[in-house]
């Protein structure tokens, strides 16, 4: 079956730094979304990314669908305390329903 | 409020009792979905409804049984639990189960304690 898989788990960051979490698909995707849960929160919808190559951007969140339409990225600069929480990317394939990866746990020390 | 309640959001229960967990959604859509969220696994899939029929079970132990009455509602009733089972369920809905737009809407989420 369908496989997404997030890399890194944990991403300890300083204030005011950037950084990158990594999705991967098993399988070519029709679209990708990606989600934000705060701390004692729910999953929240943030974004979601359908055409190969697309970039799309929210404030400091840039969001990045590969060629191949098998993995995407979620880049956060100037990372700030209220980037704190969990961000999972969410696969679905034509035909498929959605499916989660693992997230990543974003930490931001001040 | 993003259209889906979930109540309780709080329950701690006996490993010999009977609760259920139940899920609203105000949204007109056509799937609902549970979800187990721990520290082991973030987002485990439970059991997904379409048009009030259940079309995924992922080896869910059958002391966790869902309900969906109608499209709107969703319940989970738990009987006999472990400890293990203590954690967040978070019930999630959206328009469709395939369609290409099929952003979910999670509800609070209850957290179930089991003694």
């Known amino acids: 079956g369908q496989q997404v898989m997030q890399i890194p788990q944990y991403q300890h960051v300083q204030e005011g730094e950037d950084f990158t979490t990594y999705c991967n698909s098993s399988t070519t995707l029709s679209n990708i979304q990606w989600y934000k849960q705060r701390p004692g929160g729910h999953p929240v919808f943030l974004i979601q990314l359908v055409k190969s190559g697309e970039v799309k951007k929210q404030k400091r969140l840039t969001f990045q669908f590969g060629e191949a339409k098998k993995n995407s990225s979620l880049h956060i600069t100037a990372t700030q305390t209220t980037d704190v929480g969990t961000y999972f990317c969410?696969?679905?394939?034509?035909?498929?329903?959605?499916?989660f990866g693992g997230g990543t746990r974003v930490l931001v020390k001040p | 409020e993003t259209g889906v309640t979930q109540t309780p959001r709080h329950l701690v229960m006996g490993m010999t009792n009977k609760k259920s967990l139940k899920c609203e959604q105000h949204?007109?859509?056509?799937?609902m979905y549970w979800y187990k969220q721990s520290a082991k696994k973030p987002l485990e899939l439970m059991f997904v409804?379409?048009?009030?029929?259940?079309?995924e079970n992922n080896s869910v132990p059958s002391r966790f049984s869902p309900e969906c009455p109608n499209s709107s509602h969703l319940f989970l009733h738990l009987h006999t639990l472990q400890p293990e089972d203590s954690a967040l369920y978070l019930c999630?809905?959206?328009?469709?189960?395939?369609?290409?737009?099929?952003?979910?809407?999670f509800g609070p989420g209850t957290r179930l304690t089991v003694l």
């Open positions: 949204l007109g859509h056509n799937a």
């Open positions: 969410a696969g679905q394939a034509a035909g498929n329903k959605l499916t």
């Open positions: 999630a809905s959206s328009q469709d189960l395939y369609a290409r737009n099929n952003e979910q809407f």
């Open positions: 409804y379409s048009l009030e029929e259940r079309v």
